[in-house]
């Protein structure tokens, strides 16, 4: 294996949203609840539904689904908390990543969402410097194309996905002929072989 393609959230950084609720309630006041309550769902819905994420579809999406005012103003205050979240990164990554740069293997990223929010949490963060290349948002997982891109001149067959989405970490990359791992933290995925519970696994893997 010689790229090892990582996902972002939920597999190398677990964030605390709590600020970006506060936000939501602030603005939305007694609908704020609700907006929380919602939000991922929609988020889901969205990439379900878009080949991309764009800030003005992303704000027109939020307005429809949950009709109250989503204004431009509220979309780059959200995205401004965001791009400064707090988060823990997994425990084992930075010797992961340590172990597999002292192999000479390369890192990317790829992650749905909107690129100037990934790509400041990533240069925040103690990962940035072991990372090759970062791919965001030209592209949503599970569509082939963000894969493709992902891989770029490498060969298929030497790079592998791991990331904790079935869909968009596993699945999808196997449509392609790629290499994948379902990095599942809570064992939830039984009948699954190729996963790991930890990252650090990684490392007895390759
Ligand atoms: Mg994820």
Redesign the pocket.
């Given at each position: 294996m010689e790229r090892f393609i990582f996902?972002?959230?939920?597999?190398l950084l677990f964030s605390d949203y709590k600020e970006e609720k506060r936000y939501f309630n602030e603005v939305f006041k007694e609908k704020g609840e609700y907006f929380n309550t919602n939000i991922n769902n929609w988020l889901i819905e969205y990439e379900k539904t878009h080949i991309r994420y764009d800030k003005e579809l992303l704000r027109k999406f939020l307005e429809e689904k949950s009709n109250l005012p989503v204004t431009e103003i509220v979309i780059d205050n959200w995205l401004d908390i965001s791009k400064n979240i707090n988060y823990e990164i997994e425990d084992t990554a930075i010797e992961v990543f340590e172990y597999l740069k002292r192999k000479g293997k390369n890192i990317a990223i790829l992650?749905n969402f909107i690129r100037e929010v990934q790509e400041k949490r990533i240069k925040n963060s103690e990962l940035f410097p072991y990372i090759s290349d970062i791919y965001c948002g030209n592209y949503l997982k599970p569509n082939s194309k963000s894969y493709f891109e992902a891989i770029g001149s490498y060969d298929i067959k030497k790079c592998i996905m791991i990331?904790?989405?079935y869909e968009?970490?596993y699945l999808g990359p196997r449509n392609i002929g790629m290499n994948s791992l379902l990095y599942d933290k809570d064992d939830q995925y039984k009948n699954i072989k190729d996963k790991v519970k930890s990252l650090n696994k990684i490392k007895e893997l390759y």
């Open positions: 996902d972002l959230d939920n597999t992650t990331g904790d989405s968009n970490d």
